[in-house]
Nanobody, 118 residues
Framework: QVQLVESGGGLVQPGGSLRLSCAAS????????MSWHRQAPGKERELVAA????????NHANSVKGRFTISRDNAENTVYLQMNSLKPEDTAVYYC???????????WGQGTQVTVSS
């Protein structure tokens, strides 16, 4: 069965860095667009970044552009989110998602908490 397991979240001070990982199994990883989303308390879930199956095209939300970088390793069936210069407003549960190109639905991980606070 499909599994997406996120890791790497935690508590970090403003200005710090974290790298999130999402290990995938149960589907042909390289055929799927992978994306990171986040949901803060009381807010809707929002797209943070996405990457195509080959990794050749990426997209980052304006709020994280220049600070976050999505990447993937198709040999390891893993997608990453490198987060630098973290701000308190980045505090949220971060989810990874796998979706076929052109489809909005897909598979979700269970989420990992990121808290940015001094």
């Amino acid at each position: 069965q499909v599994q997406l397991v996120e890791s790497g979240g935690g508590l970090v001070q403003p200005g710090g860095s974290l790298r999130l990982s999402c290990a995938a199994s149960g589907f042909t990883f390289s055929s799927y667009v992978m994306s990171w989303h986040r949901q803060a308390p009381g807010k809707e879930r929002e797209l943070v970044a996405a990457i195509t199956g080959t990794g050749g095209v990426t997209n980052h939300a304006n709020s994280v552009k220049g600070r976050f970088t999505i990447s993937r390793d198709n040999a390891e069936n893993t997608v990453y989110l490198q987060m630098n210069s973290l701000k308190p407003e980045d505090t949220a549960v971060y989810y990874c998602k796998a979706s076929r190109p052109g489809y909005s639905n897909g598979y979700w991980g269970q989420g990992t908490q990121v808290t940015v606070s001094s």
